[in-house]
């Protein structure tokens, strides 16, 4: 009803245009507006694939900043590895420590008044000569186990000072680790957003310059219509308006059909070429230790992908260069991410803190896509872990021969 009403005053408007005649001055003034709106969204489109090539390029600088990104985070997760490994020592000490006491504990107050009074603590018990000799032989016995369990304390409690100094030592190399990883890892992220808002500058002015070479064409087509039905009568020229209008209102609808179609086809074809044969040509996604490898047993039965225990905040970078097909929560992975890497490989990521990418977006091998959590390797919690897995036409398969020995 809306598109007859629209019609309807369309065909009024064309009337009312014929009845006043345009003249060649219009459409001469039409045709020069139509030609400068197509050279200005030709200059969109010009400085939109000078953009992209930009963009290319600030993704080429992302993966080498990724890339020493990453050997600061080896160093992080180094540096706390130790201190993981000196507070388990250290755990160790205080429970044989601990034990020891234990042990202690019940002869404390013999050994106390032996220590004050040894002859009136064996004179106070009344035994034969022969029999007080063997009490002394055995007390001098205990008193040597003694000496000896008390001595193995202080050792322990050495051992526990020591430990206690490696950590402290420890700690501002970890704290210089950190802040160095912080720092690339904001220089990172400014890279990011600034390839982000230049994209999204360039694709605004491309569609604003092709809307209004659209409209001038649009008046232009009028104007040369309305010129050349002059010598119509007036009814026939309001129905030809009419029919024009509701032409126009269907190739306007095709066209924003088309145009989704052609969106989904590029969301849909692969962006990458696959991956080939497994011959460790791919990089590892986070730079940490492996803690469980394909097949090995889980709760759930043989694990199908790859565990890796990074180092605090890690940059998790794209294994294959493809196209992100998904990001976000998912069930009880947390944040997942899938990489359409082509030939039918996906590659499957969770445990992220936050995720720097978008659907639908290309990135290119080694990339940054996300950050990990951050963790404390002094306290009680658990590490943060990045699930890897790869698929083929769905199906799991072991990503280790695809990926560096070395991440």
């Known amino acids: 009803m809306g598109g007859v009403r629209r019609g309807v005053v369309l065909a009024g408007l064309m009337v009312a245009v014929m009845a006043a005649g345009p003249t060649a001055k219009d459409i001469q003034e039409a045709e020069r507006a139509r030609a400068a709106q197509v050279e200005a969204q030709r200059a969109a ?19 080498a900043a990724a890339a020493r990104l990453r050997e600061l985070e080896g160093a992080t997760s180094v540096a706390a590895g130790r201190i993981e490994a000196l507070a388990r020592r250290r755990g160790e000490a205080e429970a044989r420590l601990a034990g020891l006491s234990a042990d202690l504990a019940p002869l404390l107050p013999l050994i106390e008044r032996m220590s004050l009074y040894p002859a009136e603590t064996l004179l106070a018990v009344p035994m034969a000569p022969e029999q007080s000799v063997r009490g002394l032989i055995v007390m001098q016995a205990i008193t040597r186990q003694i000496e000896a369990d008390v001595a193995a304390i202080r050792v322990e409690q050495e051992a526990i000072a020591a430990v206690q100094r490696q950590i402290d030592g420890e700690l501002p190399g970890l704290a210089a680790a950190q802040a160095a990883q912080a720092q690339a890892g904001l220089a990172l992220d400014a890279q990011i957003a600034t390839a982000r ?37 007036q009814r026939a020229a309001a129905a030809k308006a009419k029919a024009e209008a509701e032409l126009a209102e269907r190739q306007r609808r095709d066209a924003e059909a088309e145009a989704a179609r052609a969106r989904q086809a590029a969301l849909a ?10 011959k460790g040509n791919l990089v590892a996604p986070v730079a940490g230790t ?25 940059r998790v970078v794209s294994p294959c260069g493809g196209r992100i097909v998904y990001g976000g929560p998912f069930r009880s992975f947390g944040l997942l991410l899938i990489v359409d890497c082509g030939g039918g490989y996906h590659f499957v990521l969770s445990g992220f803190e936050r995720l720097d990418v978008q659907v639908g977006q290309s990135v290119q091998a080694a990339e940054p896509v996300g950050v990990m959590p951050g ?33």
């Open 290 to 314: 492996l803690v469980r490898g394909y097949g090995e047993p889980t709760d759930a039965g043989p694990a199908v992908g790859l565990s890796y225990a990074p180092s605090p905040g890690a």
């Open 197 to 233: 808002d230049g994209r999204r500058q360039a694709e605004g002015a491309a569609e604003e310059a092709a809307r209004r070479a659209a409209g001038e064409a649009a008046r232009s087509a009028s104007l040369r219509a309305a010129l050349s039905k002059l010598e119509e009568e």
């Open 45 to 63: 489109a010009a400085r939109a694939a000078s953009l992209q090539a930009e963009e290319e390029r600030l993704a080429r600088e992302r993966v």
């Open 375 to 407: 963790w404390d390797p002094r306290a009680s919690t658990a590490r943060p872990v990045l699930y890897v897995e790869l698929r083929k036409d769905g199906q799991p398969v072991n990503p280790a021969p695809f990926l560096r020995a070395k991440s």
């Open 269 to 278: 074809k692969p962006a990458g070429p696959g991956l080939g044969a497994p």
